[in-house]
């Protein structure tokens, strides 16, 4: 019931940055936990950073101090901030949105934008 649509993706230099936005439509009521994910290829497809609706960040190890993931809950949208890419960043990059709707909760994810950082 929840459509997500990810844009910012890119092609970037290494030390480059690129900010990704997400934004949540459909049917929903509340939306708790937004995330992004990332898959390189022939590799398996990990988490990046999570943002509770109350602001709280979590990051994988390889994001901390680099990524920044925020959201503004009146757009149900999430962005990621990504500075000093490298090119082990370069994948495809998902959004997540733990949603409520007529009573369930379920996890809903967007087609992926792709990030691409040469060296």
């Known amino acids: 019931q929840v459509r997500l649509a990810e844009s910012g993706g890119g092609l970037v230099q290494a030390g480059g940055s690129l900010r990704l936005s997400c934004a949540a439509s459909?049917?929903?009521?509340?939306?708790?936990?937004m995330g992004w994910y990332r898959q390189a290829p022939g590799k398996q497809r990990e988490l990046v950073a999570t943002?509770?609706?109350?602001?709280?960040?979590d990051y994988a190890e390889s994001a901390k101090g680099r990524f920044s993931a925020s959201r503004d809950n009146a757009k149900n949208t999430v962005y990621l901030q990504m500075n000093s890419l490298k090119p082990e960043d370069t994948g495809s990059y998902y959004c997540?949105?733990?949603?409520?709707?007529?009573?369930?909760?379920?996890?809903?994810w967007g087609q992926g934008t792709q990030v691409t950082v040469s060296s």
């Open positions: 943002v509770s609706s109350g602001g709280r960040t």
């Open positions: 997540t949105a733990n949603a409520k709707y007529d009573g369930t909760w379920s996890v809903s």
């Open positions: 459909g049917r929903f009521s509340r939306i708790d936990t």
